[in-house]
């Protein structure tokens, strides 16, 4: 069982950053290939990063590459997606997951998700 906490959301200015932190508890986070989905109003979850347990590989959604960068922490149990350039589409409910595969990633533990808000 892994428990999944997000944090660092919030409202920003279209152009600005952020950055998400996912927490996780457990002794085998840096077995599970992670992941950050998110969910707009009306619409379904959809995938924007995961990167496999060692942190060497890495998947972007295309909207987002080049602004967006998934990274983890395995000493910290920690997980991050630093956001630039932010637009307000991306807007959104974002969730951290885990998986033991990172492809094809469907999510095996979920976190409760982070609201990001981007101001036009």
């Known amino acids: 069982q892994v428990q999944l906490v997000e944090s660092g959301g919030g409202l920003v200015q279209a152009g600005g950053s952020l950055r998400l932190s996912c927490s996780a508890s457990g002794r085998t986070f840096s077995t599970y290939a992670m992941g950050w989905f998110r969910q707009a109003p009306g619409k379904e979850r959809r995938f924007v990063a995961t990167?496999?347990?060692?942190?060497?590989?890495?998947y972007y959604e295309d909207s987002v590459k080049g602004r967006f960068t998934i990274s983890r922490d395995n000493a910290k149990n920690t997980m991050y997606l630093q956001m630039n350039s932010l637009k307000p589409e991306d807007t959104a409910l974002y969730y951290c997951?885990?998986?033991?595969?990172?492809?094809?990633?469907?999510?095996?533990?979920w976190g409760q998700g982070t609201q990001v808000t981007v101001s036009s």
């Open positions: 990167i496999n347990s060692s942190g060497g590989i890495t």
């Open positions: 997951a885990a998986d033991r595969r990172v492809y094809p990633f469907t999510g095996d533990f």
